[in-house]
């Protein structure tokens, strides 16, 4: 399984934040959940949220307001979309593979490094 | 500030050693399985410990894993060089109904 972000390395401040995972030798329709998880500079992980290749979505409740992500079967990717972002929002993102209802991340993204200016 | 709680450091001596403590709450540690994650310089994490102590294929077997009540610690012996990374514990967590992390612990052999 291999997963692989991409999207914009700078957003300016209240602009939203969109990136894609695209993922390789592995169906998402397969099962599974996919999620996406940010490191900020000061090292912390963060879950911002995960869907099934239904579209059946959970999100970490500090970023429900602002966070949308989507899955595209066809294309075997999903996204996120994070609007008003500001300085905070920072960080490296990740998707990942998940299993449902747990921390048990087992294929990794590379990461994507977005920097929010003002 | 992260939900689980892990010391920012720890340190080893070559062939020594050496646990990591990660501390949480009944609605995370203390209710479901610990993951443990190996993150080298410049790379993703990596799934190193799940449900508590069981490896994924590939992981030696000096890792190893333990949880007690709302604790889980992990242990890694015969300590090497290639060691030196960031650890991080996570657990889900039954009153965010998602994935919590510790802050991480930055591990040096010395």
């Known amino acids: 399984v291999q997963l692989q972000e991409s999207g914009p390395g700078l957003v300016k401040s209240s602009e939203t934040l969109s990136l894609t995972c695209a993922v390789s030798?592995?169906?998402?329709?397969?099962?599974?959940?996919w999620g996406w998880i940010r490191q900020f500079p000061g090292k912390g992980l963060e879950w911002i949220g995960n869907?099934?290749?239904?579209?059946?979505?959970h999100y970490n409740p500090s970023l429900k307001n602002r966070v949308t992500i989507s899955v595209d079967t066809s294309k075997n990717q999903f996204s996120l979309n994070l609007k008003s972002v500001t300085a905070a929002d920072t960080a490296v993102y990740y998707c990942?593979?998940?299993?449902?209802?747990?921390?048990?991340?087992?294929?990794w993204g590379q990461g994507a490094l977005v920097t929010v200016s003002s | 500030q992260s939900v689980l709680t892990q010391p920012p450091s720890a340190s080893g001596t070559p062939g020594q050693r050496v646990t990591i403590s990660c501390s949480g709450s009944?609605?995370?540690?203390?209710?479901?399985?610990v993951n443990w994650y190996q993150q080298l310089p410049g790379t993703a994490p990596k799934l190193l410990i799940f449900?508590?102590?069981q490896r994924p294929s590939g992981v030696p077997g000096r890792f190893s894993g333990s949880k007690s009540g709302s604790s889980a610690s992990l242990a890694i012996s015969g300590l090497q060089s290639e060691d030196e990374s960031d650890y991080y514990c996570?657990?889900?967590?039954?009153?965010?109904?998602?994935?919590?992390f510790g802050g991480g612990t930055k591990l040096t052999v010395l």
């Open positions: 030798r592995y169906s998402i329709s397969s099962g599974f959940y």
């Open positions: 990942a593979r998940v299993e449902m209802n747990t921390a048990y991340f087992d294929f």
């Open positions: 869907i099934y290749h239904s579209g059946n979505t």
């Open positions: 449900s508590n102590t």
């Open positions: 009944s609605s995370n540690i203390g209710s479901n399985p």
């Open positions: 996570a657990a889900w967590d039954d009153s965010l109904s998602g994935p919590v």
